[in-house]
């Protein structure tokens, strides 16, 4: 079934609403014909709602229906549409404190917050930041077609001090970023620390205790090559998909002829990568 993600931050107001449930032709200017939304297009898979709590507050009550009533309709349009899809959500803002400033609907969180998964900040979890950054420097080998096969045990180290205000999504675009810019195959502490100053990563306010690196978090690193990273990615792609080549180029980021080219290179077979996958 399809899953379809939504950012609702990158969108406007004005034109999430349209994105979301479709429109009909002549509903607004510029709208030269009929439109299926997000909820049309998932159909019985699911849909994420990214950054929910930046959803303007009246759009929110739309969504609310779909959630209660199973149905809406597209904008200009007066037919009830069906929606049976599942729909995830994710935020960084603090949505009860949202409520308090009357900028969240109460009644929406509470038909959210069905289940609800808290992730920690990253920088409460630095022992999984080489394992990160080792599979964004692949990830960002494969979109941007640079070779980088070495990274020292220093990068890695200056990597896993800094705080990471941004979480996730900042490190891979600081990798991506570093990667590109890089010259070589290698990958040093000295390269890493000259793409970003104290200030940029947010250390200057950082305290002592962000910035520590516990003994026990270097010795839990085992080191492994970028090679079998890339290749251990592309292992669990193919094995999520079902060795269903076009979707696990949509999962990895790359084109069908690099993947078979990574396949031949691996010398990858179906059966070892379902081994993988278990």
């Not at 009533?69 to 549409?81: A, H, N, P």
């Not at 978090?217 to 890339?230: F, G, K, Q, S």
């Not at 990615?233 to 269903?244: E, M, N, P, S, V």
């Amino acid at each position: 079934e399809p899953f379809i993600s939504v950012n609702c931050s990158a969108i406007v107001d004005t034109l999430l609403e349209s994105e979301l449930f479709g429109h009909e032709k002549g509903a607004f200017t510029g709208a030269i014909a009929q439109k299926d939304g997000k909820f049309t297009l998932a159909k019985n898979g699911t849909i994420f709602l990214d950054e929910i709590g930046e959803m303007d507050f009246n759009l929110q009550a739309k969504i609310l229906r779909v959630l209660q009533e199973r149905e809406f309709e597209r904008i200009g349009g007066k037919d009830k549409l069906k929606s049976e899809c599942r729909i995830i959500s994710a935020t960084n803002k603090d949505l009860k404190e949202l409520i308090k400033e009357g900028r969240f609907r109460e009644d929406l969180y509470f038909r959210l917050n069905v289940i609800s998964i808290h992730i920690p900040p990253l920088r409460t979890r630095r022992e999984d930041i080489p394992d990160l950054a080792l599979s964004f420097i692949v990830k960002a080998n494969l979109e941007t077609g640079r070779n980088i096969k070495f990274v020292s045990e220093g990068a890695l180290r200056f990597l896993s001090e800094l705080p990471w205000k941004g979480n996730v999504r900042q490190l891979e675009n600081f990798i991506t970023q570093t990667v590109i810019m890089t010259r070589g195959d290698r990958l040093t502490e000295k390269a890493v620390a000259s793409m970003m100053s104290r200030e940029d990563m947010g250390m200057e306010d950082a305290s002592d205790e962000e910035l520590h690196i516990s003994s026990h978090h270097i010795n839990d690193y085992h080191p492994r090559t970028l090679n079998e990273v890339e290749k251990e990615q592309i292992a669990k792609a193919l094995a999520h998909t079902k060795w269903h080549k076009g979707r696990a180029c949509d999962i990895l980021g790359i084109t069908r002829p690099r993947l078979d080219r990574k396949i031949k290179k691996y010398s990858i077979k179906p059966l070892q990568y379902y081994l993988v996958d278990q």
